[in-house]
Structures are given as C-alpha cells and as structure tokens.
C-alpha cells in the first residue's frame, strides 16, 4: 500500500456530501492495492469542506483537497 485517502466525516462536510465522496471513491479504488480508503474525524477546515487528505505512505507527503465535489474525485485517485 503506498497511498492512504482520508475523507473527513466531520458534521459540515457530511452536509457538504462528503459521503457521496467517499462512496465515489471506493468505487473507484476497487482493484488498486496501493490506495486504502478510510473515513476521518473534522479537519478544522470546515469552512472549505468537504475535505480529502492524501497521504503517500512511503515519503510522508500530505496533500489535502478542498470543496471536493465528486466528479473531481477520480481525477484525486488517477493522478496517484
Ligand atoms: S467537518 Fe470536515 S473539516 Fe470539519
């Protein structure tokens, strides 16, 4: 596994569908074996929710996404 997706599950992201993100994710994810999806707590960035933070596991790299709407959530996992 090189690459951990977090979306957050916080209360103002969930009302800003991040649900809906991170089903569109798992579909999309099914097969790879380097990308492990979980759910994670509020950011503290809520104003710019829904948030996505993608960690590559071997540098330690984060990278966090912001106003994620779904149809932006394949172009995340293609570019990993
Ligand atoms: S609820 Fe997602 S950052 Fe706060």
Known sequence: MKYLIRICGGPR??????????????KLIAGREDIELEKRGCMALCHVGPNIEVINLETNDTKV????????????????
Do not use: P, R, W
Not at 13 to 26: H, Y
Not at 65 to 70: A, I, L, M, T, Y
């Open 13 to 26: 992201c969930k009302e800003n569908f991040s649900e809906d993100l991170f089903k569109e994710a798992q």
């Open 65 to 80: 996404h912001n106003k994620v709407v779904q149809s932006e959530v394949k172009g995340i996992i293609d570019s990993l």
